[in-house]
């Protein structure tokens, strides 16, 4: 059984920064894209950032490219999410996914076998 674990969410002034992790069990890590999701009150869950397997390739969405930065180690089977210069549009809960390949579509939440349990981002103005 796959388990993914976030951490490092918490409460931050607009401007700041935000490291957060997300911790795997269950499944040849390293095979695997991994995901960043994001979903605000009344909202729709929304695709934040997505690497690779190997981490060849990167994909951000269009609101947080050049702030945020995904990362993976595959030794520690742990990816994370460099978050700068954050907004208050920024505020959310943050899950981190693994996706059912290693690429492919990697902005749809169908295309995720597994979700962790959410972490909240709170960015005060």
């Known amino acids: 059984q796959v388990q993914l674990v976030e951490s490092g969410g918490g409460l931050v002034q607009a401007g700041g920064s935000l490291r957060l992790s997300c911790a795997a069990s269950g499944r040849t890590f390293s095979s695997y894209a991994m995901g960043w999701f994001r979903q605000a009150p009344g909202k729709e869950r929304e695709f934040v950032a997505a690497?690779?397997?190997?981490?060849?390739?990167?994909d951000y969405a269009d609101s947080v490219k050049g702030r945020f930065t995904i990362s993976r180690d595959n030794a520690k089977n742990t990816v994370h999410l460099q978050m700068n210069s954050l907004k208050p549009e920024d505020t959310a809960v943050y899950y981190c996914?693994?996706?059912?390949?290693?690429?492919?579509?990697?902005?749809?939440?169908?295309?995720?076998?597994?979700w962790g349990q959410g972490t909240q981002v709170t960015v005060s103005s």
């Open positions: 690497i690779s397997w190997a981490a060849h390739y990167t």
């Open positions: 996914a693994q996706h059912r390949r290693g690429w492919g579509p990697v902005r749809h939440p169908p295309e995720y076998d597994y």
